[in-house]
Protein backbone atom coordinates (compact mmCIF):
# COMPACT_ATOMS: atom_id res chain seq x y z
CA UNK A 1 0.00 0.00 0.00
CA UNK A 2 1.07 3.54 -0.84
CA UNK A 3 1.63 6.26 1.50
CA UNK A 4 -0.21 9.50 0.63
CA UNK A 5 1.94 12.82 0.15
CA UNK A 6 0.34 16.00 1.50
CA UNK A 7 -0.15 16.68 -2.24
CA UNK A 8 -1.93 13.41 -2.99
CA UNK A 9 -4.38 14.05 -0.35
CA UNK A 10 -5.61 17.38 -1.37
CA UNK A 11 -5.84 16.63 -4.90
CA UNK A 12 -8.30 14.12 -3.24
CA UNK A 13 -12.40 14.67 -5.39
CA UNK A 14 -15.37 14.47 -2.69
CA UNK A 15 -16.69 10.91 -2.51
CA UNK A 16 -20.26 10.99 -4.44
CA UNK A 17 -22.81 8.15 -5.40
CA UNK A 18 -25.75 8.51 -7.50
CA UNK A 19 -28.98 6.96 -5.67
CA UNK A 20 -32.25 5.89 -7.70
CA UNK A 21 -34.88 7.56 -5.85
CA UNK A 22 -38.59 6.06 -7.15
CA UNK A 23 -40.65 8.22 -5.28
CA UNK A 24 -39.36 11.58 -6.51
CA UNK A 25 -39.34 10.10 -10.19
CA UNK A 26 -35.00 10.13 -10.90
CA UNK A 27 -31.97 9.66 -8.92
CA UNK A 28 -29.98 11.96 -6.77
CA UNK A 29 -26.19 12.87 -6.03
CA UNK A 30 -25.19 12.37 -2.36
CA UNK A 31 -21.66 12.87 -1.13
CA UNK A 32 -19.42 12.45 1.86
CA UNK A 33 -19.79 15.54 4.20
CA UNK A 34 -16.68 17.85 4.53
CA UNK A 35 -14.80 17.91 7.83
CA UNK A 36 -16.16 21.39 8.59
CA UNK A 37 -19.96 19.98 7.46
CA UNK A 38 -19.62 16.86 9.85
CA UNK A 39 -18.39 18.89 12.82
CA UNK A 40 -21.17 21.62 12.07
CA UNK A 41 -23.79 18.42 12.03
CA UNK A 42 -21.92 17.11 15.43
CA UNK A 43 -22.24 20.41 17.15
CA UNK A 44 -26.01 20.55 16.07
CA UNK A 45 -26.54 17.09 17.54
CA UNK A 46 -24.63 17.62 20.47
CA UNK A 47 -27.06 20.86 21.16
CA UNK A 48 -30.02 19.59 20.91
CA UNK A 49 -31.88 17.98 24.62
CA UNK A 50 -31.49 14.60 25.02
CA UNK A 51 -35.50 14.20 24.60
CA UNK A 52 -35.61 15.66 21.05
CA UNK A 53 -31.60 14.68 19.80
CA UNK A 54 -32.89 12.42 16.96
CA UNK A 55 -35.81 14.68 15.75
CA UNK A 56 -35.32 16.35 12.19
CA UNK A 57 -31.45 14.48 12.53
CA UNK A 58 -32.23 12.56 9.03
CA UNK A 59 -33.71 15.37 7.14
CA UNK A 60 -30.26 17.61 8.34
CA UNK A 61 -27.80 14.93 7.01
CA UNK A 62 -30.24 14.59 4.09
CA UNK A 63 -30.23 18.55 3.33
CA UNK A 64 -26.15 18.43 4.19
CA UNK A 65 -25.35 15.66 1.49
CA UNK A 66 -27.86 16.09 -1.86
CA UNK A 67 -25.77 17.96 -3.70
CA UNK A 68 -25.99 18.97 -7.35
CA UNK A 69 -23.52 17.67 -10.42
CA UNK A 70 -21.25 20.30 -9.46
CA UNK A 71 -21.21 18.80 -5.91
CA UNK A 72 -22.77 22.38 -4.41
CA UNK A 73 -25.29 21.76 -1.52
CA UNK A 74 -28.56 21.33 -2.99
CA UNK A 75 -30.59 22.56 0.38
CA UNK A 76 -29.62 25.24 2.75
CA UNK A 77 -30.18 24.61 6.61
CA UNK A 78 -33.01 27.26 5.90
CA UNK A 79 -34.68 24.25 3.60
CA UNK A 80 -35.04 21.50 6.14
CA UNK A 81 -38.19 22.19 7.21
CA UNK A 82 -39.76 22.02 3.51
CA UNK A 83 -37.55 19.39 2.79
CA UNK A 84 -38.79 17.31 5.54
CA UNK A 85 -42.69 17.44 4.18
CA UNK A 86 -41.14 15.07 1.47
CA UNK A 87 -41.51 11.70 0.77
CA UNK A 88 -40.26 10.16 4.42
CA UNK A 89 -39.62 6.69 2.50
CA UNK A 90 -37.52 8.81 -0.09
CA UNK A 91 -35.77 10.51 2.81
CA UNK A 92 -34.99 7.22 4.45
CA UNK A 93 -33.50 6.19 1.59
CA UNK A 94 -31.44 9.21 1.06
CA UNK A 95 -30.02 8.82 4.37
CA UNK A 96 -29.14 5.19 4.68
CA UNK A 97 -26.74 6.06 1.88
CA UNK A 98 -25.41 9.25 3.53
CA UNK A 99 -25.49 7.21 6.93
CA UNK A 100 -23.33 4.84 5.35
CA UNK A 101 -20.81 6.62 3.25
CA UNK A 102 -20.00 9.15 5.87
CA UNK A 103 -19.83 6.41 8.70
CA UNK A 104 -22.34 7.35 11.01
CA UNK A 105 -23.37 4.70 13.13
CA UNK A 106 -26.36 4.52 15.52
CA UNK A 107 -23.94 4.12 18.23
CA UNK A 108 -21.88 7.20 17.29
CA UNK A 109 -24.73 9.12 16.87
CA UNK A 110 -26.50 8.59 20.35
CA UNK A 111 -23.53 9.15 21.54
CA UNK A 112 -22.82 12.33 20.58
CA UNK A 113 -26.25 13.29 21.21
CA UNK A 114 -25.69 12.20 25.06
CA UNK A 115 -28.29 9.04 24.47
CA UNK A 116 -25.38 6.11 25.58
CA UNK A 117 -22.46 6.59 27.60
CA UNK A 118 -18.98 6.92 26.33
CA UNK A 119 -17.27 3.68 25.37
CA UNK A 120 -20.86 1.82 24.83
CA UNK A 121 -21.69 0.75 21.14
CA UNK A 122 -25.24 0.51 20.25
CA UNK A 123 -24.04 -2.52 17.93
CA UNK A 124 -23.16 -4.21 21.27
CA UNK A 125 -24.48 -4.72 24.48
CA UNK A 126 -21.49 -4.88 26.45
CA UNK A 127 -19.07 -1.35 26.93
Do not use: H
Not at 31 to 49: C, H, I, N, T, Y
Not at 60 to 83: Q, S, T, Y
Request: charged share 30%.
Amino acid sequence: MRVLTKEDILATEVETKVVEVPEWGGSVRIKVMSGVERDQFDKWLASKPEDSAMEGMKVRICALCLVDENGERMFEDADIEVLAKKSGAALSRIFMIAQEMNYLLAGSIEEVAGESEPGQSGDSPSA
